[in-house]
């Protein structure tokens, strides 16, 4: 599976984005779909994740702020970040997670909150 990220960009402390992960068959069936990101000079960290059933699991320093969620008939994953944070700033990326936790990665978008 082709991963297409989209939606980052430069956006004010407390502003929102949202962001876009198409893929290029169908998502029903992969074990689970997921956003992570990357600051320089840091790991890449988990951010969100989505099942198939649709049960979703967050960073905590995520939770309450952002929303995943998957438009199957569009195969198309999302990431609506609100009330953002300079240290949210970082190139995200999505990925495709099979049963056995394999990834498969789409390149990612940058997002940079200013202060």
């Known amino acids: 599976v082709q991963l297409q990220a989209s939606g980052g960009g430069l956006v004010q402390a407390g502003g929102s984005l949202r962001l876009s992960c198409a893929a290029s068959?169908?998502?029903?069936?992969?074990?689970?779909m997921g956003w992570y990101r990357q600051a320089p000079g840091k790991q890449r960290e988990l951010v969100a994740t989505?099942?198939?059933?649709?049960?979703?699991n967050y960073a905590d320093s995520v939770k309450g702020r952002f929303t995943i969620s998957r438009d199957n008939a569009n195969s198309t994953v999302y990431l609506q970040m609100n009330n953002l944070k300079p240290e949210d700033t970082a190139n995200y990326y999505c990925?495709?997670?099979?049963?056995?936790?394999?990834?498969?990665w789409g390149q990612g978008t940058q997002v940079t909150v200013s202060s």
């Open positions: 990925a495709a997670i099979t049963s056995t936790w394999t990834h498969y």
């Open positions: 989505i099942t198939s059933a649709g049960i979703s």
């Open positions: 068959r169908s998502i029903v069936s992969i074990n689970a």
